[in-house]
C-alpha cells in the first residue's frame, strides 16, 4: 500500500467586512422599529462600498425596499431637473454629510 501524505484544508480567508465609502459599518446598525425593519435594508446582504449599483428597484411593487437606505437617499437627492441623473454628484454630497456627522458626533 502507498503511503498517503495528509495535506491540510485549505482555510478559508478572513471575509473582510464591508464598509461604507470604506469607513463606516453596517453590522452594528439595528433598527428598533419593527414596522420599518422590512423597508430599512441595512443588512450585511446589503452592505455596499458605495451606494451606487445600478439596480432595478422600481421593477415591481415592494422591491425598492430591498434598495440599500443609504442608495435610497442617494436617490432622492437627484430630484429636479437640473440634478436629474447626476448620482455621483449625490454620491458625493451623502460621503461628505457623513464625514460631517462623524466630526460633530465623534
Not at 478572513?14 to 453590522?27: A, M, P, T
Not at 455596499?48 to 440599500?68: N, T
Amino acid at each position: 500500500s502507498m503511503a498517503v501524505d495528509s495535506v491540510p484544508a485549505p482555510q478559508p480567508a478572513d471575509v473582510q467586512e464591508i464598509k461604507l465609502f470604506g469607513r463606516w459599518s453596517c453590522y452594528d446598525v439595528q433598527v428598533s422599529d419593527m414596522s420599518l425593519q422590512d423597508y430599512i435594508s441595512v443588512k450585511e446582504k446589503y452592505a455596499k462600498y458605495l451606494p451606487h449599483s445600478a439596480g432595478r428597484y422600481a421593477h415591481k411593487r415592494f422591491r425598492k425596499a430591498q434598495c440599500p437606505i443609504v442608495e435610497r437617499l442617494t436617490n432622492s437627492l437627484m430630484m429636479h431637473g437640473r440634478n436629474n441623473g447626476k448620482k455621483l454628484m449625490a454620491v458625493r454630497i451623502v460621503k461628505h454629510a457623513f464625514e460631517i456627522i462623524h466630526l460633530l458626533t465623534g
